[in-house]
Protein backbone atom coordinates (compact mmCIF):
# COMPACT_ATOMS: atom_id res chain seq x y z
CA UNK A 1 0.00 0.00 0.00
CA UNK A 2 2.45 2.84 -1.31
CA UNK A 3 1.22 6.08 -1.30
CA UNK A 4 1.01 6.89 -5.34
CA UNK A 5 3.69 9.03 -6.72
CA UNK A 6 2.95 13.38 -7.50
CA UNK A 7 5.77 15.47 -7.98
CA UNK A 8 6.49 18.00 -4.60
CA UNK A 9 5.52 20.84 -6.80
CA UNK A 10 4.22 22.69 -9.44
CA UNK A 11 3.99 26.36 -10.96
CA UNK A 12 2.73 28.50 -13.09
CA UNK A 13 2.02 32.05 -14.17
CA UNK A 14 -1.73 33.46 -14.13
CA UNK A 15 -3.01 32.35 -17.26
CA UNK A 16 -0.75 29.30 -18.68
CA UNK A 17 -1.63 25.31 -18.08
CA UNK A 18 0.30 23.14 -15.49
CA UNK A 19 -0.17 19.37 -15.40
CA UNK A 20 0.17 17.08 -11.93
CA UNK A 21 0.96 13.63 -12.44
CA UNK A 22 0.03 10.68 -10.43
CA UNK A 23 1.93 7.32 -10.67
CA UNK A 24 0.69 4.41 -9.03
CA UNK A 25 0.85 0.40 -9.88
CA UNK A 26 -0.96 -1.95 -12.19
CA UNK A 27 -2.41 -2.85 -9.04
CA UNK A 28 -4.00 0.97 -8.20
CA UNK A 29 -4.19 3.61 -11.20
CA UNK A 30 -3.70 0.70 -13.84
CA UNK A 31 -6.07 -1.41 -12.76
CA UNK A 32 -9.14 0.54 -12.14
CA UNK A 33 -10.81 3.56 -13.84
CA UNK A 34 -11.37 5.19 -10.25
CA UNK A 35 -9.17 8.14 -9.99
CA UNK A 36 -9.85 11.12 -7.87
CA UNK A 37 -8.29 14.75 -7.80
CA UNK A 38 -8.74 16.72 -4.55
CA UNK A 39 -7.71 20.39 -4.19
CA UNK A 40 -7.10 21.22 -0.72
CA UNK A 41 -6.25 25.03 0.53
CA UNK A 42 -4.43 25.48 4.40
CA UNK A 43 -6.09 24.49 6.90
CA UNK A 44 -9.67 23.47 5.58
CA UNK A 45 -10.76 20.11 4.08
CA UNK A 46 -10.04 18.41 0.56
CA UNK A 47 -12.17 19.99 -2.91
CA UNK A 48 -13.17 17.28 -4.90
CA UNK A 49 -12.24 18.37 -8.17
CA UNK A 50 -12.75 15.04 -10.73
CA UNK A 51 -13.71 11.53 -10.48
CA UNK A 52 -13.34 8.71 -12.12
CA UNK A 53 -10.07 9.37 -14.00
CA UNK A 54 -11.61 12.58 -15.97
CA UNK A 55 -15.40 13.59 -15.00
CA UNK A 56 -15.77 16.55 -13.28
CA UNK A 57 -18.28 17.11 -10.64
CA UNK A 58 -20.82 20.07 -10.54
CA UNK A 59 -19.61 23.46 -9.64
CA UNK A 60 -16.01 22.45 -11.11
CA UNK A 61 -14.73 24.77 -13.76
CA UNK A 62 -13.69 23.23 -16.95
CA UNK A 63 -10.11 24.31 -16.23
CA UNK A 64 -10.01 21.05 -14.45
CA UNK A 65 -9.86 18.06 -16.46
CA UNK A 66 -8.34 14.57 -15.79
CA UNK A 67 -6.77 11.92 -18.05
CA UNK A 68 -4.84 8.57 -17.56
CA UNK A 69 -2.35 6.53 -19.48
CA UNK A 70 -1.16 3.33 -18.01
CA UNK A 71 -0.25 3.39 -13.98
CA UNK A 72 -0.12 7.43 -14.20
CA UNK A 73 -2.73 9.94 -14.08
CA UNK A 74 -2.63 13.22 -14.74
CA UNK A 75 -4.22 16.55 -13.55
CA UNK A 76 -4.54 19.81 -16.06
CA UNK A 77 -4.96 23.15 -14.42
CA UNK A 78 -5.48 25.51 -17.88
CA UNK A 79 -5.95 29.31 -17.14
CA UNK A 80 -4.26 29.60 -13.80
CA UNK A 81 -6.04 31.28 -11.49
CA UNK A 82 -4.50 32.64 -7.86
CA UNK A 83 -7.21 30.88 -6.05
CA UNK A 84 -6.12 27.64 -7.63
CA UNK A 85 -2.45 28.17 -5.47
CA UNK A 86 -3.22 24.56 -3.30
CA UNK A 87 -2.11 21.55 -2.35
CA UNK A 88 -3.34 18.77 -4.66
CA UNK A 89 -4.14 14.80 -4.46
CA UNK A 90 -5.02 12.32 -6.15
CA UNK A 91 -6.66 9.01 -4.94
CA UNK A 92 -7.43 5.37 -6.35
CA UNK A 93 -9.19 2.72 -5.62
CA UNK A 94 -6.62 -0.85 -5.41
CA UNK A 95 -9.40 -3.48 -4.82
CA UNK A 96 -9.27 -4.10 -1.36
CA UNK A 97 -7.53 -0.67 -0.37
CA UNK A 98 -7.73 3.18 -1.57
CA UNK A 99 -4.61 5.11 -1.95
CA UNK A 100 -3.58 8.90 -1.79
CA UNK A 101 -0.96 10.38 -3.45
CA UNK A 102 2.11 12.40 -2.15
CA UNK A 103 0.38 15.94 -2.64
CA UNK A 104 1.71 18.64 -5.12
CA UNK A 105 1.94 22.48 -4.45
CA UNK A 106 0.81 24.18 -7.15
CA UNK A 107 2.44 28.09 -6.84
CA UNK A 108 0.79 30.78 -9.01
CA UNK A 109 3.62 32.75 -9.42
CA UNK B 1 -27.23 20.67 3.87
CA UNK B 2 -24.78 17.90 4.58
CA UNK B 3 -22.88 17.93 7.79
CA UNK B 4 -20.37 15.50 8.80
CA UNK B 5 -19.07 16.17 12.72
CA UNK B 6 -15.85 14.63 14.27
CA UNK B 7 -15.34 14.17 17.85
CA UNK B 8 -13.41 12.29 20.24
CA UNK B 9 -10.01 13.36 18.95
CA UNK B 10 -7.50 14.25 21.99
CA UNK B 11 -4.07 13.75 23.60
CA UNK B 12 -3.32 10.29 24.50
CA UNK B 13 -0.08 8.72 25.70
CA UNK B 14 1.39 5.86 23.05
CA UNK B 15 0.11 2.43 23.19
CA UNK B 16 -3.55 4.52 24.73
CA UNK B 17 -6.63 4.01 22.85
CA UNK B 18 -8.87 6.52 21.64
CA UNK B 19 -12.63 6.07 20.03
CA UNK B 20 -13.49 9.19 17.09
CA UNK B 21 -16.89 9.24 16.58
CA UNK B 22 -18.65 11.14 12.86
CA UNK B 23 -22.06 11.92 12.88
CA UNK B 24 -23.82 12.48 9.49
CA UNK B 25 -27.14 14.82 8.57
CA UNK B 26 -28.03 16.27 5.35
CA UNK B 27 -27.78 12.54 3.36
CA UNK B 28 -29.05 9.51 3.78
CA UNK B 29 -26.17 8.19 5.27
CA UNK B 30 -27.57 4.53 5.33
CA UNK B 31 -27.36 4.02 1.98
CA UNK B 32 -23.51 4.99 1.38
CA UNK B 33 -20.23 3.23 2.12
CA UNK B 34 -18.02 5.95 4.76
CA UNK B 35 -14.37 6.41 5.36
CA UNK B 36 -11.82 7.72 7.64
CA UNK B 37 -8.59 9.74 6.21
CA UNK B 38 -6.01 11.31 8.23
CA UNK B 39 -3.73 14.24 7.52
CA UNK B 40 -0.62 14.07 10.26
CA UNK B 41 0.90 17.79 10.57
CA UNK B 42 2.32 19.25 7.59
CA UNK B 43 2.01 15.80 5.41
CA UNK B 44 -0.22 14.64 2.83
CA UNK B 45 -3.34 12.75 3.38
CA UNK B 46 -3.16 9.05 4.04
CA UNK B 47 -6.85 7.08 3.94
CA UNK B 48 -7.14 4.74 6.92
CA UNK B 49 -10.15 2.97 6.91
CA UNK B 50 -13.82 1.93 5.12
CA UNK B 51 -16.72 0.25 6.08
CA UNK B 52 -19.71 -0.80 3.94
CA UNK B 53 -23.09 0.84 3.83
CA UNK B 54 -24.61 -1.85 5.93
CA UNK B 55 -21.55 -2.23 8.21
CA UNK B 56 -20.67 -6.26 6.57
CA UNK B 57 -17.54 -5.27 4.71
CA UNK B 58 -14.63 -3.15 5.99
CA UNK B 59 -11.08 -2.38 4.78
CA UNK B 60 -8.06 -1.06 6.53
CA UNK B 61 -4.93 0.70 5.87
CA UNK B 62 -1.70 -1.84 6.18
CA UNK B 63 -0.57 1.23 8.43
CA UNK B 64 -3.42 0.42 11.36
CA UNK B 65 -4.54 -2.60 10.98
CA UNK B 66 -4.90 -5.04 13.95
CA UNK B 67 -5.21 -1.90 15.74
CA UNK B 68 -7.88 0.31 14.47
CA UNK B 69 -11.66 -0.77 14.23
CA UNK B 70 -13.88 1.21 12.02
CA UNK B 71 -17.85 0.44 13.08
CA UNK B 72 -21.29 2.28 12.17
CA UNK B 73 -24.39 2.93 14.07
CA UNK B 74 -26.88 3.40 11.33
CA UNK B 75 -29.67 4.20 13.37
CA UNK B 76 -27.40 7.14 14.81
CA UNK B 77 -26.13 8.19 11.75
CA UNK B 78 -22.49 7.59 13.56
CA UNK B 79 -19.60 6.14 11.97
CA UNK B 80 -17.03 5.11 14.71
CA UNK B 81 -13.28 4.50 14.69
CA UNK B 82 -11.53 2.70 17.23
CA UNK B 83 -8.41 2.82 17.77
CA UNK B 84 -6.30 1.11 20.05
CA UNK B 85 -2.29 0.77 20.53
CA UNK B 86 -1.38 3.98 19.38
CA UNK B 87 1.66 5.14 17.94
CA UNK B 88 3.21 8.41 17.96
CA UNK B 89 3.38 7.83 14.29
CA UNK B 90 -0.77 8.26 14.58
CA UNK B 91 -0.66 12.05 15.46
CA UNK B 92 -2.44 13.51 12.72
CA UNK B 93 -6.19 15.25 12.21
CA UNK B 94 -8.62 12.74 11.30
CA UNK B 95 -11.56 13.02 8.61
CA UNK B 96 -14.49 11.54 8.16
CA UNK B 97 -15.58 11.42 4.63
CA UNK B 98 -17.65 10.02 2.25
CA UNK B 99 -15.94 9.74 -0.94
CA UNK B 100 -17.42 10.15 -4.51
CA UNK B 101 -16.10 8.30 -7.17
CA UNK B 102 -17.01 5.04 -9.07
CA UNK B 103 -19.76 6.68 -10.55
CA UNK B 104 -21.04 9.26 -7.39
CA UNK B 105 -20.81 12.72 -7.67
CA UNK B 106 -21.35 13.30 -3.92
CA UNK B 107 -18.52 13.92 -2.09
CA UNK B 108 -18.58 14.88 2.20
CA UNK B 109 -15.64 15.49 4.53
CA UNK B 110 -15.97 16.83 8.19
CA UNK B 111 -13.74 19.21 9.50
CA UNK B 112 -11.23 16.92 11.17
CA UNK B 113 -10.70 16.19 14.48
CA UNK B 114 -6.88 16.21 16.09
CA UNK B 115 -5.82 12.97 17.74
CA UNK B 116 -2.09 13.92 19.55
CA UNK B 117 -0.28 10.84 20.67
CA UNK B 118 2.38 11.70 22.75
CA UNK B 119 3.98 11.57 26.27
Known amino acids: QSALTQPRSVSGSPGQSVTISCTGTSNDVGGYNYVSWYQQHPGKAPKFMIY???KRPSGVPDRFSGSKSGNTASLTISGLQADDEADYYC?????????FGTGTKVTVL | QVQLVESGGGVVQPGGSLRLSCTASGFMFSHYGMHWVRQAPGKGLEWVSF????????KDADSVRGRFTISRDNSKNTVFLQMNSLKTDDTAIYYC????????????WGQGTLVTVSS
Open chain 2, 97 to 108: AKLGGMGATDDY
Open chain 1, 91 to 99: CSYAGSYYV
Open chain 2, 51 to 58: ILFDGTKK
Open chain 1, 52 to 54: DVS
